[in-house]
């Protein structure tokens, strides 16, 4: 089955340790991305990637970081979180110009 | 200036009725444009994508307007299982980017 698998699918945890919410595609798409989705403001990209060790900035990608070093994997890692990226994150990954495909998401909460 | 903007409703409509949604977006050089369908707090999942041409699946119609800059989606017969809320999404014109808007809220009331 073609899927977008993210975990964990909720976390909670304490200001300053690190974390990292996996996502993988078994679509062979070139494309991921991560957005964060908060009430009010809608989907926003943090950061997405073209293709293999290729990765760029979205609208909102201070306080993330993230890496392709595969082409299925694309994790998004939290060095120090604040309780300001407590929200909800999706990961979708497509082929150019194609619909996204979505994970179903992980509800983070930074304490 | 938002990228796309949308507006947020929310739409409380009967059951059996005609409703319609509109998005307007900001670059001209914009490629695809998609609806999403989003229920409570799941993933979006894609309705359908939107063409020149205007397309239709079922009750729904998506229609795209290059020169005003606004893409619009109609859901015709509304059933209670249409309670959700749609995005639209636009595809900037490297493909690099999508941005949303920031979703229309629909109830279908019994």
């Known amino acids: 089955e073609a899927q977008v698998t993210q975990n964990p699918r909720y976390l909670i945890t304490v200001t300053g340790k690190k974390l990292t919410v996996t996502c993988s595609q078994n679509?062979?798409?070139?494309?991921m991305s991560w957005y964060r989705q908060d009430p009010g403001l809608g989907l926003r990209q943090i950061y997405y990637?073209?293709?293999?060790?290729?990765?760029d900035k979205g609208d909102v990608p201070e306080g993330y970081k993230v890496s392709r070093k595969e082409k299925r994997n694309f994790p998004l890692i939290l060095e120090s979180p604040s309780p300001n990226q407590t929200s909800l994150y999706f990961c979708?990954?497509?082929?150019?110009?194609?619909?996204?495909?979505f994970g179903n998401g992980t509800r983070l909460t930074v304490t | 200036r938002k990228e796309v903007e949308q507006d947020p409703g929310p739409f409380n409509v009967p059951e059996g009725a005609t409703v319609a949604f509109n998005c307007t977006y900001s670059?001209?050089?914009?490629?695809?444009f998609f609806w999403y369908r989003q229920d409570c707090r799941k993933e979006p999942k894609l309705l359908m994508s939107?063409?020149?041409s205007g397309n239709e699946d079922g009750r729904f119609t998506a229609q795209l307007n290059r020169a005003s800059q606004y893409i619009s989606l109609l859901i015709r017969d509304s059933k209670l299982s249409d309670s959700a809320t749609y995005l639209c999404?636009?595809?900037?014109?490297?493909?690099?980017?999508?941005?949303f808007g920031t979703g229309t809220s629909l109830t279908v009331i019994p």
């Open positions: 979708a990954s497509t082929d150019r110009f194609s619909p996204l495909h």
């Open positions: 670059n001209s050089a914009s490629q695809s």
């Open positions: 990637s073209m293709n293999v060790e290729v990765t």
């Open positions: 939107v063409y020149s």
């Open positions: 999404v636009v595809n900037t014109n490297t493909g690099n980017q999508f941005y």
């Open positions: 679509m062979n798409h070139e494309y």
